[in-house]
């Protein structure tokens, strides 16, 4: 009897346990994905290269701004090679 209810015991914690995961999911989930979507959009338009006196990653932006290693730092936009 006592291996039975420790077995029941078990049960429920594993159900409870998965109720709690897909609550969680399902609570936090469509925001993830809208965050996500809204970041991928706001890249569209974008040039992205690696600057090759400084090494750092650069992207110009349609506005003709760009930013190179850190997200708040601007700098204007260089010329074509």
């Given at each position: 009897?006592?291996?039975?209810?420790?077995?029941?015991?078990?049960?429920?914690?594993?159900?409870?346990?998965?109720?709690?995961?897909?609550?969680?999911?399902?609570?936090?989930?469509?925001?993830?994905?809208?965050?996500?979507?809204?970041?991928?959009?706001?890249?569209?338009?974008?040039?992205?290269?690696?600057?090759?006196?400084?090494?750092?990653?650069?992207?110009?932006?349609?506005?003709?701004?760009?930013?190179?290693?850190?997200?708040?730092?601007?700098?204007?936009?260089p010329t074509n090679p």
């Amino acid at each position: 009897m006592k291996e039975a209810t420790g077995e029941l015991n078990m049960t429920l914690v594993t159900i409870i346990a998965i109720a709690a995961v897909l609550g969680f999911v399902t609570f936090f989930l469509p925001n993830l994905l809208n965050s996500v979507g809204d970041k991928w959009n706001n890249t569209e338009g974008t040039d992205c290269y690696v600057d090759q006196g400084t090494g750092q990653s650069c992207c110009r932006h349609p506005d003709g701004t760009t930013t190179c290693g850190k997200a708040n730092s601007t700098t204007p936009a260089p010329t074509n090679p």
